[in-house]
């Protein structure tokens, strides 16, 4: 079974600062892999996804995440955070089964981002 | 394009009654899903219908029922409500499940 693993329900980082947000996943087959983000009060936006080839991809919004199969792990990165960053932000893992790709979510992390 | 609706955006519930949360897509996918979403639980996965006229169990389906009624509308339903299922609720779709588009949620209280 998939599970994915989020370290950190909370990360705050400075305005201009680095941020970088951990995923570790377990999949027995190759996995495809997302970020999602969720502004207060809406629903869940793709920030990206792998699924094949470059392992390094680069999302919306400034962030990029590196597929490490060695390490099993997807971190997701953005050279310098911004106030409009704060959000939380959730790993996924997708497996399919009954026709259908279905995707397992980490517990989030909370970005704050501090002025 | 409006994506993916859900009504109601909030609900409060007594112990026992009933509802259904609708859902509708137009981007004319195949798979819909249910999902709900509680502090520090991330999202679980109710049910899905990988296809108009199938569903199946996600990970935490009891107490809950669902209807594909046809290839757009995907509808969730307490028959009998629980504090328990107190949470937001969030139906998503896709063509061919890999990358999912959310709706914009439901606020559920069951008092």
């Known amino acids: 079974a998939q599970s994915v693993t989020q370290l950190g329900s909370h990360v705050s980082v400075s305005e201009g600062a680095l941020v970088l947000l951990r995923c570790n996943y377990s999949?027995?087959?190759?996995?495809?892999l997302f970020w999602y983000v969720q502004y207060p009060n809406q629903g869940l936006q793709l920030l990206l996804k792998?699924?094949?080839?470059?392992?390094l991809v680069k999302g919306i919004n400034g962030f990029e995440a590196e597929f490490k199969k060695s390490e099993t792990s997807f971190h997701l990165t953005k050279p310098s955070a911004h106030m409009s960053d704060a959000a939380e932000y959730f790993c996924?893992?997708?497996?399919?089964?009954?026709?259908?790709?279905?995707?397992?979510f980490g517990k989030g992390t909370k970005l704050s981002v501090i002025p | 394009n409006a994506g993916v609706t859900q009504t109601p955006k909030f609900q409060v519930l007594k112990t026992g009654q009933s509802m259904t949360l609708q859902c509708a897509q137009d981007?004319?996918?195949?798979?819909m899903y249910w999902y709900r979403q509680d502090p520090g639980m991330g999202l679980r996965l109710i049910y899905y219908?990988?296809?108009?006229?199938?569903?199946d169990k996600g990970e935490v389906p009891n107490g809950y029922n669902v209807s594909r009624l046809n290839k757009r509308e995907f509808s969730l339903r307490l028959e009998s409500a629980a504090p328990s299922q107190t949470s937001v609720y969030f139906c998503?779709?896709?063509?061919?499940?890999?990358?999912?588009?959310f709706g914009p949620g439901t606020r559920l209280t069951v008092l």
């Open positions: 981007m004319n996918h195949n798979s």
């Open positions: 999949s027995s087959v190759p996995p495809y």
């Open positions: 998503a779709s896709s063509l061919r499940g890999v990358e999912q588009f």
């Open positions: 219908s990988a296809s108009e006229g199938t569903t």
């Open positions: 996924a893992v997708t497996h399919s089964g009954a026709g259908s790709y279905q995707l397992t």
């Open positions: 792998y699924t094949t080839g470059a392992t």
